[in-house]
């Protein structure tokens, strides 16, 4: 599907929420949910943390940068160049999202449709981003300060933000149409804890953060109004004694971070913690139940299939790490309730869908 209008048009037509998770059903515990429906994704890259946008999948590992669509099957990889590498000292802090030394960053050009890959390396001064459909690195201006590259991004209407909370409370953001780097100069109150995570929620910035000064430890995620540059603290949820007794072990649930994933239809909040658990909260009722014990969720899932660049060129690993791309067997949308067996790198895409939605239109799909 090589149309980026149509595929953003399938994309905005009402469906129930899907979430991206690792593994299968019968690994997650996952008995179904009538608000929300779980793809899952089985591959060893997806085990690692990743970075999503509009379905598409970004997965930073050392040395290289993987791209992968679910929807329609393509699977690029690109060379990160010769300052990436893992941080074994970012493998102990309990916050630490991403333990590579670079702050990444992935979204899309909301004027030209692009993905786009932003790497930024602090301690070498070197700064680059990658436009997937090109697949070239391009050098970047540098930044106004510095971010961590412990935490993930996230991308919001064409702008990427980066959190920081090191020396000081700041947010960086990136527009990928400009490629210009702006200071967020209007911030939600004080954070409490490290384990605060900025989040797209719905398509609006969000700061999901755990306040145990109140009582109760209650999770707080603030949602900006970009509009007034505003924020609001939608949620107050109080987590002690409802599935989590803390028993005094304050150091042990202070280590729990917890990412807001989407708002279903009737107005379910759901979100996951870093104990691969899964959470729906009604604010209305105020009740919070546990789903699963044992899943590992990506982000929201939205079926794509706006192609990642025009043609497939074989993939290929010459002398010095040069850029090297894949082309998947596609998945047509309307088939990804069937179990998918993709080629490269192997990876196995199933989902719970037991129903299909039908469109009056004919397409045609490369093999």
């Known amino acids: 599907m090589e149309s980026r209008r149509f595929a953003d048009r399938r994309m905005s037509v009402p469906k129930n929420r899907k979430f991206l998770a690792v593994g299968n059903q019968a690994q997650s515990r996952f008995q179904g949910d009538e608000e929300i429906e779980m793809v899952y994704l089985k591959c060893d890259e997806a085990t690692r943390p990743s970075l999503t946008c509009d379905g598409v999948v970004c997965i930073p590992e050392p040395n290289w940068v993987s791209v992968l669509n679910p929807s329609t099957g393509e699977f690029n990889r690109f060379c990160s160049g010769p300052f990436h590498y893992e941080n074994d000292m970012y493998t102990g802090v309990w916050w630490s999202e991403f333990n590579i030394n670079s702050a990444m960053g992935f979204g899309k050009d909301e004027v030209t449709g692009k993905y786009k890959v932003v790497s930024m390396l602090f301690d070498h001064n070197h700064y680059q981003i990658l436009d997937v459909d090109i697949g070239q690195w391009r050098k970047l201006v540098p930044p106004p300060y510095k971010v961590e590259t412990r935490r993930k991004s996230a991308c919001v209407k064409g702008s990427i933000y980066w959190l920081g909370l090191f020396r000081k409370y700041k947010m960086l953001a990136l527009d990928l149409h400009t490629e210009e780097f702006r200071d967020v100069q209007v911030l939600p109150p004080l954070l409490h804890s490290g384990a605060a995570r900025i989040v797209n929620l719905d398509d609006r910035l969000a700061i999901a953060d755990i306040c145990m000064m109140k009582p109760g430890w209650n999770l707080e995620i603030w949602i900006m109004d970009a509009q007034e540059e505003t924020w609001c603290m939608t949620y107050s949820i109080t987590l002690a004694h409802r599935f989590i007794p803390m028993h005094g072990r304050v150091i042990e649930e202070w280590s729990t971070m917890f990412t807001p994933l989407a708002v279903s239809k009737e107005g379910s909040l759901f979100f996951y913690d870093t104990k ?77 869908l037991v129903s299909l939605i039908c469109f009056g239109y004919s397409y045609r799909y490369r093999t």
């Open 276 to 352: 691969k658990r899964l959470f729906k909260y009604d604010p209305e009722t105020d009740f919070l139940c546990c789903l699963s014990s044992d899943i590992c969720v990506i982000s929201p899932f939205v079926e794509n299939l706006v192609r990642l660049h025009p043609g497939c060129v074989p993939k290929t690993r010459p002398p010095g790490c040069s850029n090297g791309r894949s082309c998947l067997n596609q998945v047509p949308g309307s088939r990804i309730s069937k179990r998918i067996k993709l080629q490269i790198p192997n990876i196995l895409l199933t989902s719970t």
